[in-house]
């Protein structure tokens, strides 16, 4: 009974996990952008609203689009040295950081000091597609190729504004230019505020060319992050992707103090990574400070002519520097380094007591392989 209790506390401590956040009810699956949108909620790039929907129709402003975008690009943690002022915006603005780092990765073009940035206008589709493209390195088009290339598709471009002409000429080269499924031909309609399921599959596509051709700023941004750590063995690296295999053994320190004696099963413990978790080639898979989570799953006292302490932990979860939470398996049993003497002792007499105190660190085996992007600590699977 108490074995089948410990595997239902498991199990739904995983499910807290597992549960898809998607779920708009104002969205389902025949929704043309429902992808986009569940990909973009769970990587937390978007969020719905209080009620619970997420209201594709509606519109975003210039803010919450650089919010949005730099986010997608995973880029909240960069500091911006010299800051742009603007008459409409200062520090205590909400969006402030996202937008000068928008503004330093030249997703938007850098205004005149003074000149306002009208945070709570409505972003157009032609600001929006804008930016997806000046986040990539492209090739150089002409005006006359741009008008080529949009007048086999569209039915307005001679009402596109000359300044968008090529942006919107490079978007449709890659596929980008969003526009909502039609019969009629299609339309480019730039100056329309975008719709927030349009913007949603704008930063889509964005994210995903931005993992193959960064503009100069993002690639260096991007590169994959190197430190000193503890080096995981069996580790390895795929393109930008690092993989933590199952059996592999990681460092965890316990924020409380565990025993064999007076903890009991099912208990709940947090834990940190001690160091950082790197490959040989020194890439950084989990940060020092990411937070372990996860219970005591067979606690069992030492006692004379009986039996030896058991003292298992299984761990369930691991919340990042990007405060992302995911499953991540693992247990750790903790046992003591006998001499020979004791060796014999603990054959015979039994008896031993195990404990864990606070800040100790002690080494777990993962259960299951975890994949990370290595530019920014995303946990991918």
């Given at each position: ?6 595997l ?7 499910l ?10 104002d969205?389902?699956?025949t929704h ?7 990909e973009l909620?769970e990587?937390?790039?978007i969020?719905?609203?209080?009620d619970g ?17 730099i986010?997608?690009l995973?880029?909240?943690h960069t500091t911006?040295?010299q ?8 520090t205590?603005?909400?969006a ?9 990765f030249d ?6 000091q003074?000149e306002?940035?009208?945070p709570?206008d409505t972003v157009t589709?032609?600001?929006?597609i804008?930016?997806?493209v000046?986040a990539?390195?492209?090739e150089?088009?002409?005006?006359l190729k ?5 007048s ?10 000359q300044w968008?002409?090529?942006?919107a ?9 969003v526009t ?5 031909k299609?339309?480019i309609e730039?100056?329309r505020?975008a719709?927030?399921a349009?913007v949603?599959?704008?930063l ?8 193959l051709n960064?503009n100069?700023?993002l690639?260096?941004a991007m590169?994959?992050?190197?430190g000193?750590?503890y ?10 992707v690092?993989?933590i295999?199952?059996?592999a053994?990681?460092p965890i320190k316990?924020?409380?103090?565990v025993?064999s004696?007076?903890?009991q ?8 990574a001690p160091?950082n978790?790197?490959?040989?080639d020194k890439?950084i ?6 937070n372990?989570?996860?219970?005591l799953?067979d606690?069992r006292?030492?006692k004379?002519f009986?039996?030896?302490g058991v003292?298992?932990l299984d ?5 990042t520097?990007n405060?992302?939470?995911?499953t991540?398996s693992?247990?750790?049993?903790i046992?003591k380094?006998r001499n020979?003497?004791?060796?014999i002792v ?6 031993e ?6 800040d ?5 085996k993962v259960?299951?392989?975890?994949k ?10």
């Amino acid at each position: 009974m108490k074995n089948v209790l410990k595997l239902l506390l498991s199990a739904l401590i995983t499910l807290n996990i597992v549960i898809p956040v998607f779920a708009y009810p104002d969205v389902d699956s025949t929704h043309w952008a429902a992808k986009q949108i569940e990909e973009l909620t769970e990587k937390g790039v978007i969020v719905g609203y209080p009620d619970g929907t997420f209201q594709p129709d509606e519109n975003v402003s210039r803010a919450e689009f650089a919010s949005m975008a730099i986010k997608a690009l995973g880029q909240e943690h960069t500091t911006v040295a010299q800051p742009v002022t603007f008459t409409d915006i200062d520090t205590s603005f909400w969006a402030y950081d996202a937008i000068q780092k928008a503004l330093y990765f030249d997703l938007i073009s850098c205004p005149p000091q003074g000149e306002p940035f009208r945070p709570d206008d409505t972003v157009t589709r032609a600001e929006s597609i804008s930016v997806a493209v000046n986040a990539l390195t492209t090739e150089q088009i002409s005006d006359l190729k741009a008008k080529e290339v949009l007048s086999k598709k569209f039915a307005d471009v001679n009402e596109v504004p000359q300044w968008f002409l090529i942006p919107a000429g490079k978007a449709e080269i890659l596929n980008m230019l969003v526009t909502i499924p039609s019969e009629d031909k299609a339309r480019i309609e730039a100056n329309r505020p975008a719709t927030r399921a349009e913007v949603t599959a704008i930063l889509y596509d964005m994210m995903e060319q931005a993992k193959l051709n960064p503009n100069a700023k993002l690639a260096e941004a991007m590169r994959k992050k190197t430190g000193d750590g503890y080096v995981v063995e069996n580790a390895f690296v795929q393109g930008s992707v690092g993989t933590i295999p199952a059996g592999a053994i990681v460092p965890i320190k316990l924020t409380k103090y565990v025993s064999s004696q007076s903890s009991q099963s099912g208990e709940m413990y947090i834990a940190s990574a001690p160091q950082n978790y790197i490959t040989r080639d020194k890439f950084i898979l989990v940060y020092k400070g990411s937070n372990l989570k996860g219970q005591l799953l067979d606690v069992r006292s030492g006692k004379w002519f009986v039996r030896n302490g058991v003292l298992v932990l299984d761990n369930s979860l691991l919340t990042t520097n990007n405060d992302q939470t995911v499953t991540f398996s693992g247990v750790t049993e903790i046992t003591k380094h006998r001499n020979w003497f004791m060796k014999i002792v603990r054959a015979t007499l039994k008896g031993e007591k195990l404990n864990v105190t606070p800040d100790e660190v002690v080494y777990m085996k993962v259960l299951k392989p975890i994949k990370i992007d290595l530019t920014n600590g995303w946990i991918i699977e």
